[in-house]
């Protein structure tokens, strides 16, 4: 009798392990797929997909980290030490959907594939905010009411993915530290190259360093008259966002690189001369944009920064290649042209 009962609870610890091992393995890959669905939702400037591939993220992630507790692989931290050394080892797992686990996710994907269908991000009015429990991933739409149905963690302990912040979280200090160092991250990225190097395509699909500082004036510009709307009218809606492209950037490629940098430069200053000293009101003014809905100037400050940032990394990589082709440049390292370290929130 007594052994029996301890078989039996031996095995069910067994299947206990088994299935928390499974999900450990099984919701880490998803969190990975979907953080890089994400970041390939950005590329295609889809920021409301983006939002919710890594609410997703996060939740196979909760789920993940919950499993790793359960397996009791989370010990000292001098056990833990010695754990990573030797090499955490789960053992076997069978292979099963890594996404798209849950009805709620299905059905949020669903969304997705409509909108791109239509060949368009998400609207806002189609997604909600969302609130993904940090303990065991459940996902909850629009707002959060109260502790998680699932499994009683309190709201302070959800990761929000709001409309309102799709496009980052900086706040006014980090955004005006950003703004005001991207004319000198540029010079640097130019220094020492020739007016011939900086026109250079490296195949087709690969824009000059001149078209791409002058795409970032032209968005800097787009930028300034939405900012100039949202501060000097009453909830204004935004005018369709056709940011201009950067084929259209193409006539800066024949001007010299003095030209092209002045053209950054004046229109950066006016900008930084709209935002300086604004109120923390004056950066919540909101105004309505048809695809994410209701956004302040927050939210158009981090828009016009997650595009910068994201041509900095491009341009570093352009003036690498460049370089390394170019039998005449010796490689000099260019440090800290991309702000990376900014405090978040205010
Ligand atoms: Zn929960």
């Not at 499994?151 to 706040?171: D, Q, S």
């Amino acid at each position: 009798m007594q052994m029996n009962s301890l078989n039996r609870r031996k095995d069910s610890m067994s299947d206990q392990d088994h299935e928390a091992r499974q999900t450990f393995a099984l919701a880490s890959m998803g969190h990975v797929a979907y953080h890089q669905w994400a970041e390939q939702a950005r590329r295609e400037h889809r920021f409301n997909i983006a939002r919710l591939f890594d609410a997703l993220s996060a939740a196979r992630l909760a789920r993940a980290g919950n499993a790793f507790l359960r397996l009791g692989l989370v010990r000292s931290t001098a056990e833990n030490v010695a754990s990573a050394f030797s090499g955490a080892v789960i053992g076997e797992i069978g292979a099963d959907r890594i996404t798209g686990v849950t009805p709620f996710a299905r059905e949020l994907l669903a969304r997705a594939q409509r909108a791109i269908g239509e060949g368009r991000d998400l609207r806002a009015s189609e997604l909600g905010d969302l609130f993904v429990c940090a303990t065991c991933g459940e996902i909850c739409e629009g707002k959060l009411d109260g502790a998680c149905q699932r499994c009683g963690a309190v709201p302070e302990a959800h990761k929000a993915f709001r409309a309102i912040e799709a496009m980052g979280t900086l706040g006014p200090h980090a955004i005006m530290a950003f703004l005001e160092q991207t004319e000198d991250a540029l010079r640097t990225l130019v220094a020492g190259l020739d007016d011939d190097l900086l026109s250079r395509r490296m195949d087709d699909a690969t824009p000059s360093l001149k078209e791409l500082i002058g795409h970032l004036a032209d968005m800097d510009a787009i930028f300034r008259q939405r900012a100039w709307l949202l501060l000097e009218t009453n909830r204004p809606t935004l005018p369709p966002a056709h940011p201009p492209t950067l084929e259209s950037a193409a006539a800066y490629r024949d001007q010299p690189i003095d030209v092209v940098l002045d053209a950054y430069h004046a229109t950066r200053t006016q900008t930084l001369n709209l935002l300086r000293g604004l109120t923390s009101a004056a950066w919540h003014r909101e105004g309505y944009h048809e695809v994410y809905g209701v956004i302040n100037l927050l939210h158009q400050a981090n828009w016009l920064i997650s595009h910068e940032r994201a041509h900095l990394v491009e341009m570093a990589q352009i003036r690498h290649d460049l370089i390394a082709a170019d039998r005449r440049y010796n490689e000099t390292s260019v440090a800290n042209i991309v702000v990376t370290g900014s405090n978040e929130g205010e």
